[in-house]
């Protein structure tokens, strides 16, 4: 794949053997220096197809490497995959995110790092105190592209990519590609080449999916007896940060373990609910939207839509927290009555109509001239389905504090 042998020791060590198939795909190209657009589902491993390429470019080249995310804590696990490779090569790193210490964040850009990973708002905001400058930006990844334009961030990169060299690689990663996207790279890549491992909504294999059809008033019943039935870790998505906050508590009242994460959360408080995720200390994350592309956790083992997503394509993204990196996972949403509209944009998407289960001691609802559409499975029930083993920156001044 033409990746240098120092780099293959240090993916040894970190026993990384057999590459992805966005990676096979994209590091080759990527060292050769090409500009590329990567369209694969979420947990492919899209990470290591940049960074590997990044630090080995960067050692033959002049100048610096940046790297765009939509939320801290995807920037931050962003930043810990290069730690490895970077530390290698003696390359310094610095992480730019909302919520964090400022002063912290000049200190580390006073060290001259090769690599910059930012949210595009708390880049803006180094920019205009002229803490960073970008004149010599050699490589430009705008990672989870998709998700970064649906949180509003597009005249944040344009304003980003009118101080970045014209003359530069430049790698967009994405999920999902909406014309936006395509306009983008029309405007400003070279000759882009597309490494497109799955359809753009395409759902990773090993994932299952089920729909429940119930009412808002019996939906935490509904959450109670599934609870009670998966005993691996759970990431629940609530549409607001106001009902993550009761249905934790709910959940907590339960008898299970479970912690929050939204914008209203502090940076620590949000790293500390994903370290105690992680470790297993909570079975149960509640998360926003906003939290969906920034929790790279292997062995989740369902993925719970409490509430439908507003935009299907977010739907992909939350399903993909669960089967990553070759393994099974299982995604079940409730759906109220009055919610076909959203069941349909979200299987028009993905390409799959979505089997709708039934839990004997749940009340069940029905989409009304919904039977035409879905062929669900009369006698299946709940026990019978086998499990599968920010940031934007104010327009105003420089000194405003971004709560995102």
Known sequence: MGIAPKILSILEEIKFKTPTPIQSKT????????????IAQTGTGKTHSFAIPMVQRLM??????????????????????FSNLSRAFNIKTACLIGGASMQ??????????????????????????????LDDTAMLVLDEADRMLDMGFAPQIQQILRFVPKDRQTMLFSATIPKEIIQMAA????????????????????????????????KLQLLSKI??????????????????????????????RAIEMHSDRSLNQRREALEGFKSGKYKVLVATDIAARGIDVIGIELVLNYDLPEDAQNYVHRIGRTGRAGHKGHAISFATPDQKRDVNDIEKLIRVTLPISKHPQVPSEQFSNFASHHQSNPHKNFKSFKRP????????????????
Not at 104 to 129: E, S, W
Not at 389 to 404: A, C, I, L, T, V
């Open 27 to 38: 590091i080759p190209l990527a060292i050769e220096g090409k500009d590329i657009i990567g």
């Open 104 to 133: 912290d964040q000049v200190t580390a850009l006073r060290k001259n790092p090769r690599i910059i990973i930012a949210t595009p708002g708390r880049l803006l905001d180094h920019m205009k105190r002229w803490n960073v400058v």
């Open 187 to 218: 405007q400003h890549m070279k000759l882009p080449l597309s490494v497109e491992i799955a359809p753009s909504g395409t759902i990773a294999e090993r994932v299952t999916q089920e729909l429940f059809i119930v009412k808002r008033d019996n």
């Open 60 to 81: 033959q080249v002049k100048g610096i490497g940046l790297v765009l995310a939509p939320t801290r804590e995807l920037a931050i696990q962003i930043n810990e995959a």
């Open 389 to 404: 083993h920010s940031d934007r920156p104010h327009p105003g001044g420089k000194h405003h504090k971004y709560h995102r």
């Open 227 to 256: 609870l009670s039935q998966y005993h691996g870790s759970i990431l629940l998505f609530s549409r607001t940060k106001h009902n993550a906050r009761k249905i934790a508590k709910s959940i907590r009242d339960m008898g299970h």
